[in-house]
């Protein structure tokens, strides 16, 4: 049997940063590899106006931009985590889709994973009213209801100095606490 994985998912606001220093302090503690996951989602018929608004070049072309810019950020949050966390260079995966579909099918094609760690506030909730479902975090309370395996929520107020604080700092200088 391969070594377990503990999947974060890394939207690029600073409570997914949170949740990935809270992943990889679970990663070290568990032996666990670490991975990282971004879903790429380009609305079919953006705006409602259908398919025509957009050239199927313009959208292709779109999405590779925004493909290179999640690797580009993938692979600095996995070097800052190798770098300061003390467990290895966490691999990563790049999704097209909606996340609460994609991150299910990542699970089960990955049958190692014993945990999903999310944010539970990321760019989807973060400028939203307060209420339930906010503070459950849309993303978070949708893989607890699809997956079978643990999912954690990071409030964005969790106290860093538990964790592998570097990841989450804007000063990479200042490294873990």
Do not use: W
Request: charged share 20%.
């Amino acid at each position: 049997m391969s070594d377990p994985v503990l999947l974060t998912a890394i939207d690029g606001s600073q409570n997914a940063l949170l949740a990935a220093a809270v992943a990889a302090r679970f990663s070290r503690l568990l032996g666990a590899r670490l991975g990282l996951v971004t879903s790429l989602h380009v609305a079919k018929d953006p705006l409602g106006f259908g398919g025509g608004l957009f050239s199927r070049d313009l959208t292709d072309r779109l999405l590779a931009e925004a493909r290179l810019e999640a690797e580009s950020n993938l692979r600095a949050v996995a070097e800052r985590i190798e770098e300061h966390c003390d467990i290895g260079l966490p691999e990563y995966f790049l999704l097209e889709g909606d996340p609460e579909q994609e991150i299910p099918h990542l699970v089960q094609s990955l049958p190692e994973t014993i945990m999903v760690v999310v944010g539970q506030r990321g760019f989807g909730t973060e400028s939203k009213p307060r209420g339930l479902p906010h503070l459950l975090g849309g993303l978070g309370a949708k893989l607890s209801l699809a997956l079978a395996v643990p999912v954690l929520l990071v409030p964005p107020d969790t106290n860093i100095d538990q964790l592998c604080s570097a990841v989450f700092c804007s000063d990479p200088s200042q490294g873990d606490r």
